[in-house]
């Protein structure tokens, strides 16, 4: 087995890695850090979890150590699609260059321009940037890329999921024709293969695991579920991912649950948090300062359910996830490897439960055949919890489903904290939940009409028509 002493890293960045803890390179590190070293351009094709950040990281930092940074010239780059994953690779980037003087600077948008000039002012070895912000600053005159000796592409295949891909051609170009690129993706989708057939030259390519394949360490499920009513659809989808967490017991320490769209993302924390959860949204229409403030409060387990969307959540570091809940099948099946890859990361067990919805079935079968395997179907625990003695046999979660005399009291169940009546307060106007009181009303409307049925006249019934012969006389 390869050891880190073999890599031929400089012995600063050495130390730094066995003060991190790591014993031997993981297989993306062995593989792509001796290329690199040797300036080798290197096609890294490999998921997040596997250890690519350090495998980019530490050779940079080996590679930049002769050297000086001068102003506005950045001597290496690494771009990233979101803010998040770049300000990981710079913590990273911290970690593994402490015991060097590199300088670095992170430019992710939601940070004032002003911090990030005066730091390119001063002139820095690694600049860490999303690809929007680093064009911002380039077309202030504010930074030249003339000076880049190493370029980072990560994770290549969001960037192309993101519309980046123009970016990224256009940064490529306003960089030293001579440079090294280091580039990473968890596909090779034939665009991203066009971009590394332009851009790369007779790269080393590394391949450590296919996108499809999902991790031995991860126990998968998924919970065929089946609303009683469309229109309890929502609130009994959130009642099950309860049950779901309930059900994981103490194991659960803390969770990502994956939603589809943002707004669910922030209907779900909120629902969690009234049912006494302690969960925190996190999409990319929350503010920057806001989401690092999550993020952080997650990690060090101040929060315990983080409610994500792919985006936002996309190549996140928490090492001790023990659980994702997807609560939608995504879209996109390779986001289904992407989201559990959370969980179970560095030789750690994890569990991935999924939520399946009727017309999900298309993007689950779709799952499945990426990942080539069955996920093993979990009852509904929502089911198992049902009352022995019922007098009508009721089906799953219609069991559970708030009495109606709930939702007609709903001023006063505002001042009332129980769970069962606050679950349809959380739904907002954007919910697409018709609440329990408009059947009724229908029902109301409908028999009214039915007292005064004028035959063949269909719902455009002429107001005088409805008037009696006195009324109509003295009108
Ligand atoms: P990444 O794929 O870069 O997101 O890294 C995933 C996780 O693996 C991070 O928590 C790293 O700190 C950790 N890691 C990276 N390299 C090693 C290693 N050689 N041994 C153990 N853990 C590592």
Known sequence: MTKFSDLKLDPKVLKAVEAAGYESPTPIQAGAIPPALEGQDVLGIAQTGTGKTASFTLPMITMLSKGRARARMPRSLVLCPTRELAAQV???????????????????????????????????????????RLLDHFERGKLLLTGVQIMVVDEADRMLDMGFIPDIERIFGLTPFTRQTLFFSATMAPEIERITNTFL????????????????????????FKPSRKDRASSEKRKLLRALIEQEGEGCSNAIIFCNRKTDVDICAKSLNKYGYNASPIHGDLDQSHRMKTLDGFRDGSIR????????????????????????????????????GRTGRAGRKGKALMICAPNDDKNFADVERLVQIEIPRIENPIKVEKPAKTEKP?????????KRTRTRKKPEAKADSTPAVVETEVKPETAPVVED?????????????????????????????AMSFEERRAS
């Not at 959540?313 to 023990?322: F, H």
């Not at 009721?394 to 708030?402: C, F, I, L, M, Q």
């Open 90 to 132: 710079a913590e990273n980037f911290d970690v593994y260059a402490k015991n060097t003087k590199l300088t670095k600077a992170l430019l992710i948008g939601g940070v004032s321009f002003k911090e990030q000039d005066a730091l390119i002012d001063r002139g820095v070895d690694v600049l860490i940037a999303t690809p929007g």
């Open 201 to 224: 030259s007779a790269p080393a390519k590394i391949e450590v695991a296919r996108a499809a394949t999902t991790s031995e360490n991860i126990q998968q499920g998924v919970v065929m």
């Open 305 to 340: 359910f983080l409610c994500a969307s792919d985006v936002a959540a996309r190549g996140l570091d928490i090492p001790n996830v023990t659980h994702v809940f997807n609560f939608d099948v995504p879209s996109n099946a390779e986001d289904y490897v992407h989201r559990i």
């Open 394 to 402: 009721a089906t799953d979660v219609s069991a559970e489903k708030p």
């Open 437 to 465: 009181t408009k059947p009724q009303r229908n029902a109301k409307q409908n028999n009214n009409r039915r007292d005064n049925v004028v035959v063949g006249m269909g719902d455009h019934l002429p107001s005088f028509i």
